[in-house]
C-alpha cells in the first residue's frame, strides 16, 4: 500500500463533467446533482484501509446532511483487473452490506480521476453551487481512531458553505492510498 497525499488542486476551479454508471445500473454526470447546493466528490474503493476506516463516517455524513441539500458521491478509479475487490460487483455488494446512501460510480477508464487531478483513495473534493472547488483535504484529523477525532474538517466546511460563507482554517491533504492506475 504506496501512502499518497491529495494534490490540493486549486480552490475556485470548475467541478469536471463526467459521465458514469452507478452501482444501481443509472448514469450520473455532474448534472444530476445540478440542484444540490454543495456537492462532495469522493475518490474511493473497496479495498483501501483508509477508506475502509472512514467509510461509517461517510454514511453517516450523508445521512446527517441529506436534509440540507449536501450530496456525497463516490467513485471508484481504480484498475479493476489487478484489483478484483474493485469490481463493480463488489462495489455494489459493498453498497447493499453496508446500506450506502449515496452513488458509488464507476470510472473504468480513470479519466475522470485524471481530470480531477485525484491522486488517492479517499481523495475529498467540495464544490459549491456554482460547482467551484471550495474545500479539498481530509475528513477529519484522525482517519483510524473515531473516538479520537478532534478537529472535523470536512463537517466544518460543508457547514460553512452552506451558511454561505468562505471556508476557513487551514485545509490539509488527504491522505490514503494511491489511486491504482492501468
Not at 497525499?5 to 459521465?19: D, I, R, V, Y
Not at 445500473?25 to 446533482?33: A, D, N, P, T
Not at 463516517?57 to 478509479?77: A, E, H, M, W
Not at 460487483?89 to 479519466?111: G, H, R, S, W
Request: hydrophobic residues 35%; negative net charge; aromatic residues 8%.
Amino acid at each position: 500500500m504506496a501512502l499518497m497525499h491529495s494534490t490540493m488542486s486549486p480552490l475556485g476551479s470548475s467541478a469536471k463533467a463526467f459521465e458514469l454508471t452507478g452501482t444501481d445500473g443509472r448514469q450520473y454526470s455532474l448534472e444530476s446533482f445540478a440542484e444540490r447546493e454543495a456537492l462532495v466528490i469522493i475518490f474511493m474503493c473497496n479495498h483501501c484501509p483508509y477508506v475502509k476506516a472512514v467509510l461509517d463516517r461517510l454514511i453517516t455524513l450523508q445521512n446527517d446532511y441529506k436534509d440540507r441539500n449536501v450530496q456525497l458521491v463516490g467513485i471508484n478509479s481504480n484498475d479493476t483487473v489487478k484489483y478484483p475487490d474493485d469490481s463493480m460487483e463488489n462495489m455494489a455488494n459493498l453498497v447493499i452490506e453496508k446500506n450506502i446512501p449515496f452513488p458509488y460510480l464507476l470510472d473504468e477508464t480513470q479519466a475522470v480521476a485524471k481530470s480531477y487531478d485525484a491522486v488517492c483513495t479517499p481523495d475529498f473534493f467540495v464544490y459549491g453551487n456554482q460547482r467551484t472547488l471550495l474545500y479539498r483535504g481530509r475528513m477529519d484529523d484522525n482517519w483510524q481512531e473515531p473516538d479520537k477525532i478532534t478537529k472535523n474538517d470536512l463537517r466544518l466546511a460543508l457547514d460553512q458553505i452552506l451558511e454561505g460563507k468562505e471556508v476557513t482554517g487551514e485545509q490539509v491533504p488527504s491522505m490514503g492510498c494511491s489511486i491504482k492506475w492501468k
